[in-house]
Protein backbone atom coordinates (compact mmCIF):
# COMPACT_ATOMS: atom_id res chain seq x y z
CA UNK A 1 0.00 0.00 0.00
CA UNK A 2 2.38 3.17 -1.06
CA UNK A 3 2.01 5.61 -2.90
CA UNK A 4 4.03 6.81 -5.78
CA UNK A 5 4.01 10.35 -6.87
CA UNK A 6 6.82 12.98 -8.52
CA UNK A 7 7.38 16.40 -8.33
CA UNK A 8 9.46 18.91 -9.63
CA UNK A 9 12.72 20.88 -8.44
CA UNK A 10 12.02 23.99 -10.96
CA UNK A 11 8.82 23.62 -12.12
CA UNK A 12 5.39 22.10 -11.49
CA UNK A 13 3.90 20.42 -9.64
CA UNK A 14 5.90 21.44 -6.68
CA UNK A 15 7.55 19.37 -3.96
CA UNK A 16 5.97 21.70 -1.59
CA UNK A 17 2.43 20.59 -2.99
CA UNK A 18 3.24 17.20 -3.16
CA UNK A 19 4.15 16.80 0.11
CA UNK A 20 1.27 18.43 1.26
CA UNK A 21 -0.51 16.45 -0.85
CA UNK A 22 0.50 13.43 0.81
CA UNK A 23 -0.09 14.27 4.43
CA UNK A 24 -3.68 14.73 3.54
CA UNK A 25 -3.64 11.34 1.76
CA UNK A 26 -2.50 10.29 5.66
CA UNK A 27 1.13 9.50 4.34
CA UNK A 28 3.41 9.13 7.71
CA UNK A 29 6.71 7.61 5.85
CA UNK A 30 7.98 9.69 3.01
CA UNK A 31 11.09 8.32 0.70
CA UNK A 32 12.91 11.10 -1.53
CA UNK A 33 14.42 9.64 -4.67
CA UNK A 34 15.87 12.48 -6.66
CA UNK A 35 16.63 11.66 -9.81
CA UNK A 36 20.30 12.73 -10.43
CA UNK A 37 22.56 9.35 -10.67
CA UNK A 38 25.55 11.77 -9.38
CA UNK A 39 25.15 14.07 -6.27
CA UNK A 40 26.05 17.75 -6.76
CA UNK A 41 24.46 20.78 -4.66
CA UNK A 42 22.98 22.30 -7.09
CA UNK A 43 20.96 19.37 -7.97
CA UNK A 44 20.23 16.41 -5.41
CA UNK A 45 21.43 18.68 -2.25
CA UNK A 46 18.57 21.41 -3.08
CA UNK A 47 15.58 18.79 -3.84
CA UNK A 48 16.66 18.05 -0.02
CA UNK A 49 16.53 21.62 0.87
CA UNK A 50 13.65 22.35 -0.35
CA UNK A 51 11.74 18.80 1.39
CA UNK A 52 12.90 20.51 4.65
CA UNK A 53 12.04 23.85 3.89
CA UNK A 54 8.50 22.37 3.60
CA UNK A 55 8.67 19.98 6.63
CA UNK A 56 9.93 23.12 8.69
CA UNK A 57 6.83 24.67 7.93
CA UNK A 58 4.28 22.23 9.26
CA UNK A 59 2.90 21.35 12.27
CA UNK A 60 2.97 17.07 11.10
CA UNK A 61 6.13 15.47 10.59
CA UNK A 62 6.49 12.26 9.27
CA UNK A 63 9.71 9.92 9.24
CA UNK A 64 11.84 10.66 6.40
CA UNK A 65 14.55 8.86 4.10
CA UNK A 66 16.62 10.26 1.06
CA UNK A 67 17.58 7.96 -1.60
CA UNK A 68 21.36 8.65 -2.48
CA UNK A 69 23.29 8.67 -5.26
CA UNK A 70 23.80 6.17 -7.29
CA UNK A 71 26.01 7.19 -10.01
CA UNK A 72 27.99 3.42 -9.77
CA UNK A 73 24.67 1.31 -8.98
CA UNK A 74 25.13 -2.44 -10.91
CA UNK A 75 22.12 -1.99 -11.97
CA UNK A 76 22.21 1.70 -13.80
CA UNK A 77 25.47 0.82 -15.60
CA UNK A 78 23.54 -1.81 -16.78
CA UNK A 79 21.04 0.15 -18.01
CA UNK A 80 23.04 2.53 -19.63
CA UNK A 81 25.42 -0.04 -20.89
CA UNK A 82 22.01 -1.54 -22.68
CA UNK A 83 21.26 1.17 -24.00
CA UNK A 84 24.46 1.57 -26.04
CA UNK A 85 24.58 -1.57 -26.78
CA UNK A 86 21.01 -1.19 -28.70
CA UNK A 87 21.82 2.44 -30.36
CA UNK A 88 25.15 1.00 -31.58
CA UNK A 89 22.90 -2.15 -33.45
CA UNK A 90 20.57 0.33 -34.85
CA UNK A 91 23.35 2.89 -36.94
CA UNK A 92 24.64 1.58 -39.69
CA UNK A 93 28.08 2.80 -39.25
CA UNK A 94 30.84 2.27 -36.16
CA UNK A 95 31.81 5.75 -34.04
CA UNK A 96 34.89 6.67 -33.68
CA UNK A 97 33.98 8.07 -30.04
CA UNK A 98 31.62 7.81 -27.79
CA UNK A 99 31.05 11.41 -25.82
CA UNK A 100 29.42 10.76 -22.51
CA UNK A 101 27.90 14.20 -21.58
CA UNK A 102 26.81 15.76 -17.87
CA UNK A 103 25.12 18.96 -16.67
CA UNK A 104 27.83 21.08 -15.79
CA UNK A 105 28.28 22.98 -12.59
CA UNK A 106 30.81 26.16 -12.00
CA UNK A 107 34.28 24.85 -11.29
CA UNK A 108 34.53 27.21 -8.01
CA UNK A 109 31.54 24.07 -6.24
CA UNK A 110 34.11 21.27 -7.37
CA UNK A 111 37.38 23.81 -5.43
CA UNK A 112 34.78 23.66 -2.37
CA UNK A 113 34.56 20.25 -2.44
CA UNK A 114 31.28 18.96 -3.85
CA UNK A 115 32.12 15.42 -5.62
CA UNK A 116 30.17 15.62 -8.58
CA UNK A 117 32.71 15.55 -10.77
CA UNK A 118 34.26 12.35 -9.52
CA UNK A 119 31.31 10.87 -9.43
CA UNK A 120 30.92 11.53 -13.29
CA UNK A 121 34.15 10.28 -14.48
CA UNK A 122 33.52 6.89 -11.78
CA UNK A 123 30.19 6.17 -14.09
CA UNK A 124 32.32 6.79 -17.73
CA UNK A 125 34.73 4.22 -15.83
CA UNK A 126 32.20 1.68 -15.22
CA UNK A 127 30.15 1.91 -18.05
CA UNK A 128 34.10 1.46 -20.13
CA UNK A 129 34.51 -1.32 -18.31
CA UNK A 130 31.58 -2.75 -19.94
CA UNK A 131 32.04 -1.35 -23.21
CA UNK A 132 34.97 -2.00 -23.91
CA UNK A 133 34.76 -1.86 -28.20
CA UNK A 134 34.39 2.24 -28.37
CA UNK A 135 36.47 5.00 -26.47
CA UNK A 136 34.11 6.90 -23.97
CA UNK A 137 35.09 10.37 -23.05
CA UNK A 138 33.57 12.54 -20.44
CA UNK A 139 32.57 15.65 -21.49
CA UNK A 140 30.37 18.62 -19.17
CA UNK A 141 27.67 20.48 -20.68
CA UNK A 142 24.88 23.71 -20.36
CA UNK A 143 27.28 25.91 -19.08
CA UNK A 144 26.27 29.36 -19.02
CA UNK A 145 28.09 32.99 -17.73
CA UNK A 146 31.68 34.54 -17.81
CA UNK A 147 32.90 32.04 -14.89
CA UNK A 148 35.09 28.54 -15.62
CA UNK A 149 32.94 25.52 -15.11
CA UNK A 150 33.77 21.67 -15.36
CA UNK A 151 36.17 21.34 -18.53
CA UNK A 152 36.45 19.38 -20.89
CA UNK A 153 33.08 21.81 -22.58
CA UNK A 154 30.86 19.41 -24.68
CA UNK A 155 30.70 22.30 -26.95
CA UNK A 156 34.64 23.14 -28.00
CA UNK A 157 35.07 19.23 -28.00
CA UNK A 158 32.96 18.46 -30.50
CA UNK A 159 34.37 21.48 -32.78
CA UNK A 160 37.60 19.99 -32.27
CA UNK A 161 37.11 16.36 -32.64
CA UNK A 162 36.89 16.70 -36.50
CA UNK A 163 40.67 18.25 -36.43
CA UNK A 164 41.90 15.03 -34.37
CA UNK A 165 40.41 12.35 -37.10
CA UNK A 166 36.97 11.67 -35.38
CA UNK A 167 34.62 11.98 -37.57
CA UNK A 168 31.87 9.98 -36.13
CA UNK A 169 30.59 10.10 -33.00
CA UNK A 170 27.56 8.88 -30.60
CA UNK A 171 26.81 10.94 -27.48
CA UNK A 172 24.92 9.92 -24.27
CA UNK A 173 23.96 11.84 -21.12
CA UNK A 174 24.04 9.44 -18.14
CA UNK A 175 23.28 12.16 -15.80
CA UNK A 176 20.18 12.90 -17.26
CA UNK A 177 17.25 10.30 -16.19
CA UNK A 178 14.81 11.80 -18.73
CA UNK A 179 15.50 13.33 -21.96
CA UNK A 180 15.00 17.04 -21.50
CA UNK A 181 15.69 20.35 -23.68
CA UNK A 182 19.20 20.02 -22.61
CA UNK A 183 19.64 16.69 -24.65
CA UNK A 184 17.07 16.92 -27.24
CA UNK A 185 18.06 20.94 -28.17
CA UNK A 186 21.41 21.30 -26.59
CA UNK A 187 22.57 17.63 -27.90
CA UNK A 188 20.55 15.93 -30.78
CA UNK A 189 19.98 19.72 -32.68
CA UNK A 190 22.93 21.92 -31.46
CA UNK A 191 25.85 19.73 -30.65
CA UNK A 192 25.14 17.66 -34.06
CA UNK A 193 25.02 20.66 -36.18
CA UNK A 194 27.87 22.30 -34.82
CA UNK A 195 30.27 18.75 -35.17
CA UNK A 196 29.00 18.39 -38.56
CA UNK A 197 29.67 22.09 -39.47
CA UNK A 198 32.97 21.38 -37.88
CA UNK A 199 33.98 18.33 -40.48
CA UNK A 200 32.15 15.72 -38.91
CA UNK A 201 30.61 12.92 -40.66
CA UNK A 202 27.96 11.51 -38.48
CA UNK A 203 26.77 12.37 -35.42
CA UNK A 204 23.80 10.86 -33.38
CA UNK A 205 22.33 10.76 -29.32
CA UNK A 206 21.71 7.73 -27.59
CA UNK A 207 18.05 8.35 -25.79
CA UNK A 208 18.43 8.99 -21.84
CA UNK A 209 16.79 5.63 -20.17
CA UNK A 210 13.51 7.28 -19.83
CA UNK A 211 10.84 4.96 -19.09
CA UNK A 212 13.04 1.69 -20.63
CA UNK A 213 12.28 -1.34 -18.71
CA UNK A 214 16.13 -1.73 -17.16
CA UNK A 215 15.02 1.95 -15.57
CA UNK A 216 12.50 1.31 -13.91
CA UNK A 217 14.09 -2.23 -12.44
CA UNK A 218 16.87 0.11 -10.76
CA UNK A 219 14.36 2.68 -9.31
CA UNK A 220 12.65 -0.03 -8.06
CA UNK A 221 15.53 -1.57 -6.50
CA UNK A 222 16.54 1.73 -5.26
CA UNK A 223 12.82 2.26 -3.96
CA UNK A 224 12.61 -1.32 -2.53
CA UNK A 225 16.26 -0.93 -0.54
CA UNK A 226 15.01 2.10 1.43
CA UNK A 227 11.60 1.07 2.52
Request: proline letters at 6%; hydrophobic letters at 35%.
Amino acid sequence: NIVVDFAMRYGNPSIKSKIHKLHKMGCENLVILPLYPQYAAATTATVCDEVYRTLMKMRWQPSLKIIPHYESNPLYIDALVNSIDKKVKEINWKPDLIVASYHGIPKKYFDKGDPYHCYCHKTTRLISEKFTSIEIKTTFQSRFGPQEWLQPYTDKTLENLPKEGVKKVLTICPGFASDCVETLEEIQIQAKESFLNSGGENFDMIPCLNDNNDHIVLLKSLIERNI
